[in-house]
């Protein structure tokens, strides 16, 4: 085991003597004794870290669990704002001992395994995975295959992922998914329109990442000919299409990590105006931002995502005034293909951001739509702090979302509308924020049906403005979903005509089809939403989807293999357990049907096959998905779930 404190030389520079005392104490007082107690030993102190020896790689990844949420829980309170975080990276194999230190690859691989580690988290090599695969109580990421300097050879690398950090403490999984007196009460009770209720939690933005690493063996022809590009890419994965790119999170040059929502701003409308490029197959912003604030390898990153190009840039903002440098590269050569340098004031931040679209297009040779940007004239407010708030509003949605995130997000809309009532970003913002599936991570407040009232009206104003928007379609398709499903479809084809590289349009299909006794359809859709965004704070929802519709379709060995990716995914997301036991059940696997059923107890002790009717029947009145629904009851029932 390899551990460093990240940041140490800048907390070093700012408190040396606080610094040093601090990462005295947690050693002496948490790590230590935790590492002892796992009949483990510090081989060395490194100044930052430490080096440890185990007898166990069992045993290595549990004292590391136990004293990383130990340093968190110490932390948490800390006045300064700046915690010491450890970085921990294990590995397996052979060593050379030395009374004071120990040598060899092993050491070699754990210690890089720790420099691409995130703050806070755990890294671990594929031969340790292998040891401690179903031997600790913990869910584990595949990061896929990773160039570690100074290493010969790619090690597959695996990311623990700890409770306290993936799941959202605002909203704990079973107070938003509450039993027969909770969530169903409010589904029937809260949420009957006209054309029937909203609820659903196929398509919750719970956290979770996702490796691009799969087969895809599904139809295609669903896909209209607008998306070529896209059917192409979905139909052979292992071959970037030629004008395939990723736009990297830009650095925020200011040093004053406030000022981060303007540099994640101008990625994500960035990512937006290149994605409705003609022939251009773009990765969509959700997977792009995991790789914020992380050292990039240009070369693995193309292999993991499937693409050619990568755009990257820096934005430093100087009062008014905004300077914007940006970068197209070659991912297999690293080399720059062109490079450019852009100034303006914040009032034409869409100017700017237009000029660099067309250099970046001229360069890659790609023939613009009619409309360069997805920002007409009416979309843009003219007052500067209306863009402001409604900038910060966007950025607040890309981070894990939670009840909290999401109270921010539209209060930050609320006060760019404040200042300009018809800015149709800010009113679209709002709208999401309101919209049945990011409002069930508010726990569905009393106001549900009236937020679903003004998501509506303000969607419909932002469309009246600008009905070329693709994300309004969305949130439009958002509010239908859910006792409509035929009507989403056209609210999100008409977004993917707009944007052929919206991920979240073509998941938010993929579960509408299903509704809408469609569920063939739905795979392939779904699958190049993964495809665009593998690693998207979404994506556990959208492998649920990809579950949900191989149960409807009976294809029960593909379900449980896409559950079984669900819950690798995120253990806590338990519609995927429902999935596993009536896949399990249908094919008279009952044995692993009593250990998938006796997991999904423990989360949803009160759980009965009545209320999972009530439930699904209040999604949709669509016949088909109904009898189809029936039989993954079934499956449940021959498991023995109770009925009521």
């Given at each position: 085991?390899?551990?460093?404190?990240?940041?140490?030389?800048?907390?070093?520079?700012?408190?040396?003597?606080?610094?040093?005392?601090?990462?005295?104490?947690?050693?002496?007082?948490?790590?230590?004794?935790?590492?002892?107690?796992?009949?483990?030993?510090?081989?060395?102190?490194?100044?930052?870290?430490?080096?440890?020896?185990?007898?166990?790689?069992?045993?290595?990844?549990?004292?590391?669990?136990?004293?990383?949420?130990?340093?968190?829980?110490?932390?948490?309170?800390?006045?300064?704002?700046?915690?010491?975080l450890?970085?921990?990276g294990?590995?397996?194999?052979?060593?050379?001992?030395?009374?004071?230190?120990?040598?060899?690859?092993?050491?070699?691989?754990?210690?890089?395994?720790?420099?691409?580690?995130?703050?806070?988290g755990?890294?671990?090599?594929?031969?340790?995975?292998?040891?401690?695969?179903?031997?600790?109580?913990?869910?584990?990421?595949?990061?896929?295959?990773?160039?570690?300097?100074?290493?010969?050879?790619?090690?597959?690398?695996?990311?623990?992922?700890?409770?306290?950090?993936?799941?959202?403490?605002?909203?704990p999984?079973?107070?938003?998914?509450?039993?027969?007196?909770?969530?169903?009460?409010?589904?029937?009770?809260?949420?009957?329109?006209?054309?029937?209720?909203?609820?659903?939690?196929?398509?919750?933005?719970?956290?979770?990442?996702?490796?691009?690493?799969?087969?895809?063996?599904?139809?295609?022809?669903?896909l209209p000919?607008?998306?070529?590009?896209?059917?192409?890419?979905?139909?052979?994965?292992?071959?970037?299409?030629?004008?395939?790119?990723?736009?990297?999170?830009?650095?925020?040059?200011?040093?004053?990590?406030?000022?981060?929502?303007?540099?994640?701003?101008?990625?994500?409308?960035?990512?937006?105006?290149?994605?409705?490029?003609?022939?251009?197959?773009?990765?969509?912003?959700?997977?792009?931002?995991?790789?914020?604030?992380?050292?990039?390898?240009?070369?693995?990153?193309?292999?993991?995502?499937?693409?050619?190009?990568?755009?990257?840039?820096?934005?430093?903002?100087?009062?008014?005034?905004?300077?914007?440098?940006?970068?197209l590269?070659?991912?297999?050569?690293?080399?720059?293909?062109?490079?450019?340098?852009f100034?303006?004031?914040?009032?034409?931040?869409?100017?700017?951001?237009?000029?660099?679209?067309?250099?970046?297009?001229?360069?890659?040779?790609?023939?613009?739509?009619?409309?360069?940007?997805?920002?007409?004239?009416?979309?843009?407010?003219?007052?500067?702090?209306?863009?402001?708030?409604?900038?910060?509003?966007?950025?607040?949605?890309?981070?894990?979302?939670?009840?909290?995130?999401?109270a921010?997000?539209?209060?930050?809309?609320?006060?760019?509308?404040?200042?300009?009532?018809?800015h149709?970003?800010?009113?679209?913002?709002?709208?999401?924020?309101?919209?049945?599936?990011i409002?069930?991570?508010?726990?569905?407040?009393?106001?549900?049906?009236?937020?679903?009232?003004?998501?509506?009206?303000?969607?419909?104003?932002?469309?009246?403005?600008?009905?070329?928007?693709?994300?309004?379609?969305?949130?439009?398709?958002d509010?239908?979903?859910?006792?409509?499903?035929?009507?989403?479809?056209?609210?999100?084809?008409?977004a993917?005509?707009i944007?052929?590289?919206?991920?979240?349009?073509?998941?938010?299909?993929?579960?509408a089809?299903?509704?809408?006794?469609?569920?063939?359809?739905?795979?392939?859709?779904?699958?190049?939403?993964?495809?665009?965004?593998?690693?998207?704070?979404?994506?556990?929802?959208?492998?649920?989807?990809?579950?949900?519709?191989?149960?409807?379709?009976?294809?029960?060995?593909?379900?449980?293999?896409?559950?079984?990716?669900?819950?690798?995914?995120?253990?806590?997301?338990?519609?995927?357990?429902?999935?596993?036991?009536?896949?399990?059940?249908?094919?008279?696997?009952?044995?692993?049907?009593?250990?998938?059923?006796?997991?999904?107890?423990?989360?949803?002790?009160?759980?009965?096959?009545?209320?999972?009717?009530?439930?699904?029947?209040?999604?949709?009145?669509?016949p088909?998905?109904?009898?189809?629904?029936?039989?993954?009851?079934?499956?449940?029932?021959?498991?023995?779930?109770r009925?009521?």
């Amino acid at each position: 085991m390899a551990a460093d404190v990240a940041g140490y030389s800048r907390l070093m520079h700012d408190d040396e003597e606080a610094t040093h005392g601090r990462l005295t104490t947690l050693l002496a007082d948490v790590i230590e004794p935790t590492v002892a107690e796992h009949g483990g030993r510090i081989v060395k102190n490194t100044g930052d870290g430490f080096l440890a020896e185990f007898p166990s790689a069992v045993q290595a990844v549990r004292a590391a669990v136990r004293f990383q949420s130990a340093i968190g829980d110490l932390q948490q309170n800390d006045a300064k704002g700046r915690p010491l975080l450890f970085r921990v990276g294990i590995n397996i194999g052979d060593v050379i001992v030395e009374p004071h230190d120990i040598f060899g690859d092993g050491v070699n691989i754990a210690a890089r395994l720790e420099g691409i580690g995130e703050p806070g988290g755990i890294s671990i090599s594929s031969s340790a995975y292998d040891q401690v695969r179903g031997k600790v109580d913990m869910a584990f990421e595949d990061m896929g295959p990773q160039a570690l300097k100074n290493i010969a050879e790619p090690i597959r690398v695996w990311r623990a992922k700890l409770s306290d950090s993936e799941v959202p403490k605002e909203v704990p999984e079973q107070a938003v998914f509450a039993g027969a007196g909770g969530l169903l009460g409010q589904i029937l009770g809260r949420l009957k329109l006209t054309g029937g209720a909203l609820a659903s939690v196929a398509t919750v933005g719970a956290i979770g990442l996702f490796g691009y690493s799969n087969v895809w063996n599904t139809r295609t022809d669903v896909l209209p000919d607008g998306q070529k590009t896209q059917r192409e890419a979905a139909a052979r994965p292992d071959i970037a299409p030629r004008l395939s790119l990723v736009v990297l999170p830009f650095a925020n040059l200011n040093n004053d990590p406030e000022q981060d929502y303007f540099a994640d701003s101008i990625t994500a409308d960035l990512t937006t105006d290149l994605a409705r490029m003609r022939n251009a197959f773009v990765i969509g912003r959700g997977t792009a931002f995991t790789y914020k604030n992380r050292q990039v390898d240009l070369k693995t990153l193309g292999k993991d995502l499937g693409i050619r190009w990568a755009v990257q840039g820096a934005v430093r903002r100087a009062g008014e005034q905004v300077r914007v440098n940006v970068s197209l590269t070659d991912v297999a050569s690293g080399r720059d293909i062109w490079s450019d340098r852009f100034d303006s004031d914040r009032t034409n931040v869409a100017v700017l951001q237009d000029q660099i679209t067309v250099r970046l297009a001229r360069s890659l040779n790609i023939e613009l739509i009619q409309a360069e940007s997805r920002r007409s004239e009416t979309d843009r407010s003219k007052n500067p702090d209306a863009m402001d708030f409604t900038m910060r509003g966007w950025a607040k949605s890309y981070e894990p979302r939670s009840k909290t995130t999401i109270a921010q997000a539209r209060e930050l809309f609320d006060n760019a509308l404040r200042l300009d009532p018809d800015h149709v970003d800010a009113m679209i913002g709002k709208a999401w924020s309101l919209s049945p599936p990011i409002n069930l991570l508010s726990g569905w407040p009393v106001s549900v049906v009236e937020d679903n009232k003004t998501a509506t009206n303000l969607v419909d104003r932002a469309l009246s403005k600008s009905p070329a928007n693709a994300m309004a379609h969305v949130v439009k398709g958002d509010t239908l979903r859910f006792g409509n499903p035929e009507e989403a479809l056209h609210q999100y084809d008409a977004a993917l005509e707009i944007n052929p590289n919206f991920p979240a349009a073509y998941a938010g299909k993929g579960d509408a089809l299903i509704l809408a006794g469609r569920a063939r359809e739905a795979l392939s859709v779904t699958q190049l939403a993964l495809r665009l965004s593998p690693r998207d704070p979404s994506a556990v929802a959208w492998r649920w989807t990809l579950c949900h519709a191989h149960l409807h379709l009976h294809d029960y060995q593909e379900a449980i293999e896409e559950c079984r990716r669900t819950l690798n995914m995120n253990s806590a997301y338990w519609f995927a357990f429902i999935g596993l036991v009536s896949a399990y059940g249908a094919t008279g696997q009952f044995e692993q049907a009593r250990l998938s059923l006796a997991e999904f107890n423990k989360i949803r002790p009160d759980f009965t096959i009545q209320w999972y009717r009530d439930f699904g029947y209040a999604l949709t009145r669509n016949p088909q998905f109904r009898r189809e629904f029936d039989d993954i009851l079934d499956g449940l029932r021959k498991v023995g779930v109770r009925e009521h």
